[in-house]
């Protein structure tokens, strides 16, 4: 990385400054990196939080003067709530800069002060499987969309699983794969490096996994949608972190058979089925599925069940016969009409760049009314904010690998692997 992008490394509040020597962060690496947008002070009638997001900003500044007598005085609650306000891929840079930091970062005072801090940003989580060694660790990385940067995420603290990455919620990433012949599913907080390996399931076989974390609850769930293993039908199965256990719910219709397009949304499970193609929602309470009468566009040619903010639900698809009148388009779910609604058409510029064949393949997720597209070796990805109704190029987001995988992420450093 460029010396001049580089962000000033921060002095111990604790003694004068001394020569410093250049050395690697501890526990992730930076790719790349833009400077920084500066974040915006909150407007606040307390001293306190305006002097927190003042000194938040300072600190990201690359050209501020550290003077390590302004750090050493400021007090304990003064100093956490200004790392509560640090993007949290870079705390990791400020543990090694003296103790009193890093009992900081690990108090239970700091992570409440964490939680009540508004998100830092829309993060992309990119995790690729082992690179085709027998025995080479997983990638992962994230990108930070407010910073425009990309950090490497340690991953060694899994098991060395043949795992693939099934979503994240919350803070927490969910995982499934084989442990030799044995279906395995994992949660972790790859913040805080903290992870649990889930009971069996009753039908442990490999299943549709959808991750949900209810924070007011202090809880997750995992969901294992119905599906078919051979030649019998699967019971959709949930796992509660407050129970840790699997629980046997409805199973669903027989005359449906299951698409991999799933969604998560307002406490229910939206699940795209291809014979006949229609949508069945499965409500996690009541435990129970519940065919949607909404019928799908015509000519649509592949469709995403994508989950907004609430209980907003999209269809994102191609529709078409020919190569040359194919388009990209984005459908909400009128829950009153039980109706599809076109929102959105994807520019035909920005089409023909995703695509560049009609039977290319696509991938598309969303979370907060945020959708990004990614296709088959293509170098970038694409994101539609359904609310400012704008489209955008994201560098470095793209399924280039058939092992890479990408998820929207939220990091968070208050978010534990919850149990009873």
């Known amino acids: ?43 606040s009638s307390s001293s306190c939080s305006a002097g927190a997001g003042a000194a938040a900003s300072l600190l990201l500044h690359a050209d501020a003067p550290m003077d390590a007598r302004v750090w050493a005085g ?25 103790r009193r930091w890093a009992a900081i970062l690990h108090d239970p005072a700091f992570l409440a002060a964490h ?23 997983p990638q992962c990385s994230v990108l930070s969309l407010p910073l425009r940067a990309r950090y490497k995420l340690p991953f060694g603290f899994l098991p060395a699983w043949d795992l693939w990455l099934v979503g994240s919620s919350g803070g927490l990433v969910c995982f499934s794969g084989f442990d030799g012949g044995t279906f395995r599913t994992v949660v972790c907080n790859p913040l805080t490096q903290a992870w649990r390996v889930l009971p069996d399931m009753h039908y442990n076989q490999q299943r549709q996994l959808v991750l949900t974390v209810d924070k007011s609850r202090k809880s997750f769930k995992v969901i294992a949608a119905s ?13 509660d972190s407050k129970e840790d256990r699997w ?8 005359a449906n058979l299951c698409s991999s397009k799933m969604a998560f949304c307002d406490s229910r499970l939206y699940l795209e089925t291809l014979s006949p193609l229609g949508l069945m929602m499965y409500r996690v309470d009541a435990g129970h599925w519940e065919h949607i009468p909404a019928k799908f566009p015509r000519s649509l040619l592949d469709g995403y069940l994508v989950a907004g903010a609430r ?35 994807m520019p035909p510029r920005y089409f023909r760049a995703l695509l560049r064949l009609s039977a290319e393949r696509f991938e598309c997720f969303g979370q907060d009314n945020l959708i990004c597209f990614t296709s088959w070796n293509q170098g970038k990805g694409l994101l539609y904010d359904v609310d400012k109704k ?5 560098a470095g987001c793209a399924s280039q690998l058939c092992n890479s995988q990408v998820c ?13």
């Open 74 to 98: 400021l007090p304990d609650d003064l100093l956490l709530e200004v790392l509560a306000r640090v993007p949290p891929f870079l705390l990791f840079r400020l543990r090694p800069v003296s």
């Open 311 to 345: 209980t907003r639900l999209f269809l994102v698809g191609r529709i078409g016969l020919y190569s040359t009148l194919q388009s990209m388009r984005i459908w909400e779910l009128d829950h009153g009409r039980t109706l599809w609604v076109e929102i959105s058409r």
């Open 390 to 394: 704008s489209w955008s190029w994201i």
């Open 115 to 137: 939680a009540a801090v508004p998100s830092h940003g829309p993060c992309l989580l990119t995790f690729s499987r082992g690179g085709g060694a027998v025995h080479s660790p």
């Open 408 to 420: 929207f992420y939220k990091p968070r450093f208050d978010t534990s692997i919850y149990g009873r």
């Open 1 to 43: 990385m460029d010396a001049a992008l580089r962000p000033a490394r921060p002095t111990s509040p604790s003694r004068p400054p001394k020569s410093i020597r250049s050395t690697k962060p501890r526990g992730l690496d930076e790719d790349t990196a833009a400077p920084p947008a500066f974040p915006k002070v909150l407007s």
């Open 247 to 254: 629980s046997v719910h409805q199973m669903m219709p027989a």
């Open 227 to 239: 599906d078919v293993y051979g030649d019998k039908t699967l019971p959709t199965e949930v796992y």
